[in-house]
């Protein structure tokens, strides 16, 4: 499109012609569509005299673990009909709602962030679940009823806890009555409502849950239930509660990214018994196939519950793998009890008001699990091979819409790449969390290192506004204490050190510019940059000396790959030359961490020179890019050696690090740069052809080879499958989705075996796939060597243009090693890019699909040189050996012999638009 034209005369709206491309054709409009907003701006609380009310301070350190019932009746006239029902509802904690009975909040987990300074609420459509007034007459009011269970969430988890279970409702309904006239309900939370114990005793995320059925309240969630009749004494008036937020600080926002749901289901793929010995009874361990984070739904059949004895148990334990014998291995949860337990009735039968079968499946919290073990004495009488109980798994986290997609020829590739897929999607719970089984909580080194990755598989960027947010008012929140400074983890509350190391806090920054060059959101640019710059003078007053160089770190390149010929004399000496207080973590770091903070401290500077320079802030642009200058010529004159041409120690991430600060304008010579990426290469050979690195250097090391003429080692160091490697946890391990350590195997003795099995950290591979061998990229510099895309230049020059959200960008796949064929395709803020390639000995075939108002270079790769191959476009020719045809093809509009970087080979550079083509590119025979 280039532009809407109002039709003055007709009023009518019509779309002009698409002149920038040859064979536009205009779409239909689309349908009209509907949205509502939430509350304009935030607010401190909700309209009406709505109330804060829950379990009271008291009660709340006896029975803060459990869950509170809250229900509230309504009248509404029996002639109304109603035509739009809205439900606002604010907690710190978890909630259901139910109108009527009926389910109105699909999200199983609610927001987690900085309580104090700002509540998230929903929004829910419930017009449809008012059910309709019985026939009678029409002037008798009729009973409606709204049911809420809280449960404790982050806000009241002991870890956490900063209070009691609460919440506050607005709710609107507009009805119409006969004759035409028009009228609004308005229902609120406030000291009217009833209170009660729910049935759930335990709703704790990291302890899981308890359910007792005896506890429970048949018809309680509906318009004619009577507390004092159907459970004497049981309910009583609800508390009514001062907000969680700081007065005149805090404010109530609305929910902005995608809810916690239920997202993908799992049946069980095998189920193995284990008998008792003597007294003790037997336990099924029950293998679903995927490791996930999620819920079991339990269902107790109405023979077992008939057998059971009132108060025996049923109960569901989860882990991500098995001991070799088969049975549960549940050592790396530490105190992580991940355990469900429900506790049944006892001799229940199946009557009209009885349901045949007892469910349940946890609402407030979350396990990290493959695999579960059900045992319990309500299924004494039930025994043997066959599983009395049913069970289907749950997948849970933040619903993004998947956006990518990425397969090759290669098992392993399609097998890790599928484990990262469901690495990212588990880690999204409110926040991107570090791993689903332990500690849950939003590390910033893990989340921007995943960042560039997710931007790619599924659609996120609400989902970074909120966690920037999340970040910025953490900050805030610690801002008397630290003057700027962030914690390691966000939401905070006490997780994570603060002052952070060094590469964990500049993940704020790569968060936020990843953001911006993926989403085109300059808004959180602008509203980023104060809180970014303030941490970037936290980090300018500790550079040591004055002299530009940060050396200061606590975790180097965490959980890299141990060096297992190292000494303890040599691990103390390396550990005081690396300023670390703790010798036994050298064995993580094979670099040194004055490299790694050196490294990430000029990241900062350089991603704010470029955003200064995007937010038009002239002299903080100046300021940024000479700070970056002296801390680049710093790390070069102090660690790097031009004889043997390494930085640092010469390991690893080392070299990929060098690599990756560009040259010129790095800490590299020019002449040295192939040395360096040669060292590199003669490194990952020394070590069998495997990597060597932690979490940053390995995020850096495929572009760093890759860019450099070394695509070939960098898919080779990908595809191994002996370890350490990522295709060792897939050939070897069966693993589904990603580890936290290179060596956390099945099996593994009781003290190596506290490893994650899902953890997102190594899933940094991803975005060299979908950019190197699919070959859709961003045009905003040399991948691998522009920092994140954040351009450098010298102090005072002005930093180039940046292109955002693929407003341009390059298609141009990569014939690596053996693979034979690569197919990806993102969704981007301009439309879908689709690329798809297969090669042969002799052809090439290429179809791609460009989005609307796209005009971009697409490299067609040859197995030959361009004065010797034959390109057609659906089946016409474009290119004859060296020479393009002109005006042969719609849509291609140029062409010319790709100066491709050393070590991809060949191919054709065409220019072409929007649409779908269908390249073949023909070689001679040998």
Sequence with gaps: ????????????????????????????FSNAARFDTGFIGGVQQFPSKTQWIGVSAVDFNASRLGTTRLRHSFEMPAAATVTRARAFVATPGYYTLAVDGGDANPALLGPFTVFTRRIIYDVLDVTSLIQPSPRGAADVPVQHALALTLGNGWYSQPT?????????MYMSIDYKLPGGHTNRTVVVTNGEWEAADGATTLADIYLGATHD???????????????????????SQAAVLESPLIPGVGVLRAQVMPRVEQCETFAPRTVKWFPGAGAQLGVWVVDFGQNIAGTVRLTIPEAVLASAPAGSNVTVRHAETVWPNGTLHHLYGRAIAETVT?????????????????????????????????????LARHQGPDVPVGVVAHFVHSNLDRTGRLTTSSPVLSGIVRAAEYSQLASWMSVPT???????????????????????????????????DDIALTQTDEWAAHNGSIPEVCPNYGHGAIPPDPPFGVGYAVLWWNHYR???DAEALATHYGNVSAFAETLIVQVCGGGGMLDVSSHGDWVSVANSTIDATTCSAKAALDHHANSSCCLYMECPDFVLSGFYYILQLRILHAAATVLGKVDDSTRWAALEAEATTALASSQYKPIPRTLGYGY??????????GSPGGVLPRADVDSVAAALVTDVDRHGGHLNTGIFGTKWLLPALSSFGHGDTALAILTKTTPPSWGAWIALHNAT??????????????SSGVASHNHVMFSTFLPWLYQVVAGIAMDDGDFGTGMLGAPHTAAGEPAPSMPTGFSQFRVAPRLLGSLTMASAAVVTMRGEIDVSWQRSARVVTLNITLPPGAVTAVTVPLVCSPAAAVVRESGVTVWDNGVFTPRAAAGIWAAHSADLPKGFGDGVVFTAGSGSYSFNAICPPA
């Design 1 to 28: 499109w280039s532009g809407l034209h109002e039709d003055d005369e007709d009023d009518d709206l019509h779309s002009a012609d698409a002149r920038n491309s040859p064979h536009s054709i205009a779409s239909p």
């Design 160 to 168: 956490v806890g900063l209070g009691p279970r609460m919440v506050a």
């Design 213 to 235: 059925a005896r506890l429970e309240m048949p018809g309680w969630q509906l318009p004619d239930y009577n507390g004092a009749t159907n459970a004497p004494g049981r309910w």
């Design 342 to 378: 429900v506790i049944v009735a006892g001799g229940t039968t199946s009557t009209d008001a009885t349901p045949a079968a007892l469910v349940f499946e946890p609402r407030f919290t979350y396990m990290g699990f493959r695999y579960i073990e059900i045992s319990g004495a309500a």
């Design 434 to 468: 570090d791993c689903t089984q332990r500690e849950r909580r939003g590390w910033l080194g893990d989340a921007s290192l995943a960042a560039e990755g997710q931007v790619h598989t599924v659609f996120a960027a609400p989902a970074y506004v909120k966690f920037l």
């Design 518 to 520: 993926y989403y085109a």
């Design 652 to 661: 690893q991430t080392d070299q990929a690090l060098a690599l990756a600060l």
């Design 737 to 750: 989705t990603l580890f936290e350590m290179w060596g956390a195997f099945d099996g593994d003795p009781p």
